[in-house]
């Protein structure tokens, strides 16, 4: 018996080290595949705030994609190959845009709690925290789980028709990370987001252009020994208003990650990750008496992609004012919003 035990041990470990050196021939970046900054939640009016007061917004997420062929992934300790992700994921967001004024700019705050379940499906397990075996067969998650909390802070500018921002997001683990679990939307690693966004809004022609670039800073994640690497995105947007109400548009984001993962968690290797994708959006203005309910729809297909999930992002979005500052508290600030 000791025999057919050391056998099959050997075997499953020449399984492993096969299936390895052909995975890795395009491996995964970031672990989880995910940066905590959500490429696609900035689009058109991305420089726009609005004036002083109290706002909500929500944003509905959907993304369907998968690794294919013979690229590893890595999260929560589990490696594994040929990856598929469906997640649902909600975005609640109050946001307070102070009177206070920085070199001419309105200063603001907000906070983001998602929460969704993400359908994780893997071929093949390699190696995981939750098994005592070298190789498991197929494996998928799908847990409803809250993700990491987004503290951010930003600044907003208005001269004319061009409209900019400065933002700060610091992100704070939740403790709802569970190792081991494909299924995680909170990524469990502390990072700060610095980015910025300029629009250019024509009131009288109805042209919306828009572009965003930032950068992620990542610590380690304390559970998985895992340090994803520092990574850019942009994201810009091009927009026509067919009525006060109604425009329509191209939206698209770009991502590439600027250093290699590390730490003494990481088994698949010092590898970086890139994406562009391109798509479109509708929005239109609802009224409900004087309260306006901005909606939209921003759909982007990934197209050029290098060791992360290829797939399709859809947000639904809604925002409305809660509560707007008298005209008189808010005189320099130029409502956008009710432009259009």
């Not at 995975?23 to 595949?33: K, L, P």
């Not at 197929?138 to 400065?166: C, K, M, P």
């Not at 700060?192 to 828009?210: C, F, Q, R």
């Not at 590898?271 to 562009?276: E, S, T």
Request: proline share 6%; charged share 15%; glycine share 12%.
């Amino acid at each position: 018996m000791r025999n057919v035990g050391m056998v099959s041990q050997c075997a499953a470990a020449a399984l492993l080290g096969a299936f390895a050196c052909v995975a890795t021939e395009r491996v995964q970046a970031a672990e989880y595949a995910q940066g905590i900054y959500v490429l696609g939640t900035r689009g058109p009016l991305a420089g726009v705030i609005p004036p002083p007061g109290f706002y909500f917004e929500s944003e509905t997420y959907f993304y369907q994609g998968d690794l294919g062929g013979n690229r590893v992934f890595q999260g929560g300790g589990v490696v594994a190959a040929n990856v598929k992700i469906n997640l649902n994921a909600e975005f609640a967001s109050p946001i307070w845009i102070t009177p206070v004024e920085i070199l001419g700019g309105n200063l603001g705050f907000a906070i983001t709690i998602p929460f969704g379940t993400p359908d994780v499906a893997a071929g093949a397990v390699l190696s995981s925290p939750r098994i005592d075996r070298i190789i498991a067969g197929r494996e998928q998650d799908a847990i409803f789980n809250v993700g990491d909390i987004y503290l951010s802070s930003f600044v907003g500018w208005h001269s004319g028709n061009f409209h900019w921002t400065a933002t700060a997001l610091g992100v704070v683990p939740s403790g709802s990370f569970e190792n081991g679990q494909l299924s995680n939307i909170a990524l469990n690693r502390p990072a700060l987001d610095l980015s910025g966004a300029l629009t250019y809004l024509d009131p009288v022609l109805g042209y919306e252009l828009s572009i965003a670039p930032g950068i992620t800073f990542n610590w380690i994640n304390p559970a998985t020994r895992y340090l994803t690497g520092t990574e850019f995105h942009l994201e810009w947007s091009a927009s026509k208003y067919l009525s006060k109400d109604l425009s329509v548009g191209l939206v698209g984001y770009f991502y590439d990650q600027l250093t290699a993962d590390s730490g003494s968690g990481d088994r698949i290797g010092p590898f970086k990750g890139r994406v562009l994708s391109l798509g479109g959006q509708i929005n239109y203005t609802l009224h409900a008496g004087e309260i306006p309910i901005s909606t939209g729809v921003r759909v982007y297909r990934e197209l050029d992609v290098k060791n992360r999930f290829q797939g399709t992002a859809t947000y639904l979005t809604i925002s409305a004012p809660i509560w707007v500052a008298p005209p008189k508290a808010a005189a320099e600030v130029k409502s956008v919003v009710a432009k259009y």
